[in-house]
């Protein structure tokens, strides 16, 4: 798996998380990087993405809570999230578009998970 994430864990109501991660292996370019989220019983949704261009998207239900950040260099992504709610919690994914090689028109991988509790 070539993303690892770090930065889960339990944190009461009106906390604040960061989750970060890390590409690895032989990259050429990232198109796509981007977080999303499961709870129980629930599809997955975006939490956050942003491009190589710099442009940002949010989910509906953390916008204004949440802010992602890219350093391209590292081929990392973080998530920091402030006034976080028992809502949110569930399973958060980081997802990356990646190209191997200038040839290669790149694939969707995604990490494995990490848990953020939030209690109320």
């Known amino acids: 798996v070539p993303l690892q994430a770090y930065g889960g864990g339990l944190v009461q109501a009106g906390g604040s998380l960061r989750l970060s991660c890390a590409a690895s292996?032989?990259?050429?370019?990232?198109?796509?990087m981007g977080w999303y989220r499961q709870a129980p019983g629930k599809q997955r949704e975006l939490v956050a993405l942003?491009?190589?261009?710099?442009?940002?998207h949010y989910g509906e239900s953390v916008k204004g809570r949440v802010t992602i950040s890219r350093a391209n260099a590292k081929d990392t992504v973080s998530l920091q999230m402030h006034s976080l709610e028992p809502e949110d919690t569930a399973v958060y994914y980081c997802?990356?578009?990646?190209?191997?090689?200038?040839?290669?028109?790149?694939?969707?991988?995604w990490g494995k998970g990490t848990l953020v509790t939030v209690s109320s």
């Open positions: 292996g032989s990259i050429f370019s990232i198109n796509v």
């Open positions: 942003i491009t190589s261009s710099g442009e940002l």
């Open positions: 997802n990356a578009h990646i190209r191997r090689a200038m040839e290669d028109s790149g694939m969707s991988y």
